[in-house]
């Protein structure tokens, strides 16, 4: 266990004190940041700034708006103009005065249902101005219940001027925390799992793997390896996650985007869980490609069938947005490599019951499981065959005649 260990602590540290890494390591979250702030100045200088009919016939307004005389940088000015009749707002919004409408049913407080009418989707900067300028309101009417239903997200209903087209709209906010973390999730494969990769191909190839099989068995230099980078990728996550904390502090309340965004604490905790599960299983399966591969050239290749069938799930997010409790994308989060992004998107779009949660991760863990075992047999067989590719049937070959 000792050996264990200390080829973990070496393989950790090996990889950690790399310029490469410290460059990946604040790159990603700093370049993350920097386009979020490009993004928001290009949309800023694209927002419309027309005013907004607004219809209420709850009778929740009864704040005037306040405008401010002189908007900061990420300020925005869009005016709520009262209406009392339908016709007169949307006849506003023909001509060209106004660039949509809200209304505000009687029965908000029972379904909190809000309609948006245009003939463009409601922009996310209207979306906020005026779920601020309705919070204000409920504060004003003490209705603190109401209030906090708000800030878990607007139930918008979306209709064009001619009544023609009529939608839910979709909650964008709890989509972006699960996308980012998926996103988290590939990039960890890319940088962490691949430098396993590269290692074992890169030892097999100048034949220092011998050299250090002379002092540890071949199970505790593989399960070393995989422990150490796995230590490398939780290093980038945390490391992520103090970044990006600190910058949705600092700009959350500044920037529209971000403002919207919904962090559903179980929603991430779960999200998070899945990823380490995953990213186990799948630097295992990494392993397993640079104990059975002869060249660096190949161990490159193999990359490649990862990154595939990680991504599946947003090839298929049409599917997971109007059936998220369908066969498909209940397929796709039993599936190892894709589980950690399918997970989340299907939490965001509907109710997923615990007990499926709970079997999805127990069958990942098997899955991770398996994984590190037969990573094991891989690297045991490949130092036997040092000089030959061993492929994936002869592995399995290899494992039936000794059992």
Not at 28 to 44: G, N, Y
Request: charged share 15%.
């Amino acid at each position: 266990m000792n050996k264990l260990f200390k080829v973990a602590k070496y393989e950790y540290t090996r990889n950690v004190l790399t310029k490469r890494f410290w460059v990946a390591l604040f790159a990603v979250p700093l370049s993350f940041i920097v386009f979020s702030l490009i993004s928001t100045v290009i949309t800023l200088k694209s927002v419309d700034m027309r005013p907004v009919g607004l219809i209420d016939r709850s009778g929740i307004i009864t704040l005037a708006q306040e405008l401010k005389e002189k908007p900061g940088f990420f300020d925005l000015q869009i005016e709520f103009v009262p209406f009392t009749d339908e016709d007169l707002a949307k006849k506003a919004c023909l001509d060209g005065r106004h660039q949509g409408f809200i209304i505000i049913p009687e029965d908000y407080t029972m379904n909190y249902q809000i309609i948006w009418k245009g003939n463009k989707t409601i922009p996310e900067e209207v979306l906020d101005i005026f779920r601020q300028y309705l919070s204000d309101n409920l504060v004003a009417n003490e209705n603190i219940p109401h209030l906090a239903r708000i800030e878990g997200g607007m139930n918008l209903r979306l209709e064009s001027l001619d009544g023609s087209i009529k939608s839910d709209g979709a909650s964008w906010q709890r989509i972006i925390p699960p996308l980012f973390i998926g996103l988290l999730y590939f990039i960890l494969v890319m940088s962490s799992g691949t430098y396993l990769l590269q290692s074992l191909v890169e030892e097999k190839e100048n034949r220092t793997i011998e050299i250090m099989l002379t002092t540890v068995s071949h199970n505790q230099l593989m399960g070393g390896k995989i422990i150490g980078n796995i230590g490398v990728g939780i290093t980038q996550l945390l490391t992520w996650a103090v970044i990006v904390a600190v910058a949705l502090f600092i700009f959350r309340a500044r920037v529209p985007f971000l403002s919207e965004l919904i962090l559903d604490p179980a929603l991430m905790t779960i999200s998070l869980v899945f990823l380490l599960v995953s990213f186990v299983f799948t630097a295992s399966v990494l392993a397993i490609f640079g104990a059975t591969v002869t060249e660096s050239q190949e161990g490159q290749q193999m990359i490649g069938i990862i990154v595939v069938p990680t991504l599946l799930p947003l090839y298929f997010i049409s599917v997971f947005m109007n059936s998220p409790n369908g066969v498909l994308a209940k397929i796709l989060s039993f599936f190892p490599f894709s589980s950690p992004i399918a997970m989340g998107l299907r939490m965001a779009f509907t109710h997923v019951p615990t007990l499926e949660i709970v079997l999805v991760l127990i069958v990942q863990i098997l899955f991770a499981g398996g994984a590190i075992w037969l990573a094991g047999r891989a690297f045991k067989l490949g130092m036997l065959q040092f000089n030959k590719k061993i492929s994936l049937f002869q592995l399995f070959k290899k494992e039936a005649g000794d059992a």
